[in-house]
């Protein structure tokens, strides 16, 4: 954990993203889709809304995808083991980045096949406490038929932008700078999940 966290800082310094394969054991991810999975069929996802506050709304032509979020007050122990992960993030973040980081707040997702998450930004006047992006993909299989790429947005200073598309292979975390790299999800042809959250420069 200590070179990987060492590994993350330092990316996220230099390129403001960084991309983790296997972050976690085939096990713990086994566990977690399984609890989410269990989620679902209690009916505890909704459709995820866009905004904040007075102004939030769903909206499916923009995003399609269901959501849960986890109550940091009633984790269970898979969502503990996790936070507790993000939590030595969050630390080194702060210790070689400067960032600031105070809290964390996060959601399970769920896109049904042909659903998707038109380009945006994580954090934006409406919400401007998401520094840091963390996703993590619980999928048991993902070849690129399965399309659902997680496409990001690089703006260079020709005013060109690359794009790289990185697909959601259960046990991969991908971490980036909330207000500085536009991404959408394509849309999935099967069945999506993951957990997405947001480390915020408050509590
Ligand atoms: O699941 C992903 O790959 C990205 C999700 C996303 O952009 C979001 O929830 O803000
Ligand atoms: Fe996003």
Redesign the pocket.
């Given at each position: 954990m200590e070179n990987l966290l060492d590994h993350i800082s330092s990316e996220i310094y230099q390129k403001s993203y960084v991309i983790i394969d296997d972050f976690i054991d085939e096990e713990f991810r086994g566990e977690l889709l399984a609890e989410q999975i269990e989620l679902v069929r209690q009916g505890k996802f909704r459709h995820?809304a866009v905004g904040k506050g007075g102004q939030k709304q769903v909206r499916t032509e923009i995003?399609s995808?269901e959501v849960h979020w986890m109550d940091s007050d009633d984790l269970s122990p898979l969502q503990k083991t996790y936070w507790e992960k993000v939590e030595e993030i969050r630390k080194v973040l702060n210790q070689r980045c400067f960032l600031g980081l105070r809290s964390f707040e996060g959601h399970f997702?769920r896109?049904p096949v042909g659903s998707f998450?038109k380009r945006?930004l994580?954090q934006f006047h409406a919400v401007p406490h998401r520094v840091v992006?963390v996703?993590l993909?619980l999928n048991e299989s993902w070849s690129s038929d399965d399309e659902g790429a997680?496409r990001m947005y690089f703006p260079q200073e020709d005013g060109t932008e690359l794009i790289e598309d990185?697909l959601?292979i259960g046990g991969r975390l991908?971490v980036f700078l909330s207000g500085e790299i536009p991404?959408?999800?394509l849309p999935t042809k099967k069945e999506?999940i993951?957990i997405?959250g947001w480390l915020k420069d408050i509590d």
């Open positions: 995820a995003r995808d997702a896109y998450y945006h994580d992006t996703i993909y997680l990185v959601p991908v991404h959408e999800v999506r993951s997405t």
